[in-house]
């Protein structure tokens, strides 16, 4: 069985950082070197994220609240106001959100064993910690 951060690694984490991408170019008008540089990542990753050949298995961007926060983090990203840590903390805290928001149910459904029955939103992602 494939746990819940598994899959998100494959499709929500590549999501944020595709919206990232794309509020750092559009939005701060920053070229993908720099974006690449911001984020941690190469400048391929970037144009694979701009062309949507990685990032595009789940939708994420519809959502206000992880919109909001992805504008907040570009902003702080592009004024080079945060830090590695901090950075990789808010990538984590939007991974939690869209997971609680039960947006990767179906893929993780997917990804586990036919037997395991998961309600809709699953209860490994929406369950709050003890």
């Known amino acids: 069985m494939r746990q819940p951060c598994e899959v998100s ?3 929500i984490v590549p999501a944020i950082r ?3 991408a794309d509020e750092l170019l559009t939005t701060h008008g920053l070229r993908q ?3 690449a ?3 941690g990542i190469t400048q391929t990753a970037i144009s694979k994220y701009t ?3 990685r ?3 789940v939708s994420i961007g519809t959502e206000r609240e992880i919109r909001v926060q992805i504008e907040k983090t570009a902003t702080l990203l592009a004024s080079g106001n945060i830090e590695k840590k901090m950075l990789a903390l808010r990538i984590c805290r939007l991974c939690r959100l869209a997971r609680r928001k039960g947006i990767m149910c179906k893929l993780c459904r997917h ?3 036919a037997s395991i029955n998961y309600s809709t939103p699953c209860e490994l992602c929406t369950e709050p910690l003890k």
Do not use: D, F, N
């Open 9 to 11: 690694t494959k499709s």
């Open 18 to 20: 595709a919206l990232l």
């Open 33 to 35: 070197r720099e974006v």
């Open 37 to 39: 540089v911001l984020l």
């Open 51 to 53: 062309h949507h050949v």
């Open 55 to 57: 990032g595009a298995t």
């Open 111 to 113: 990804a586990t064993e």
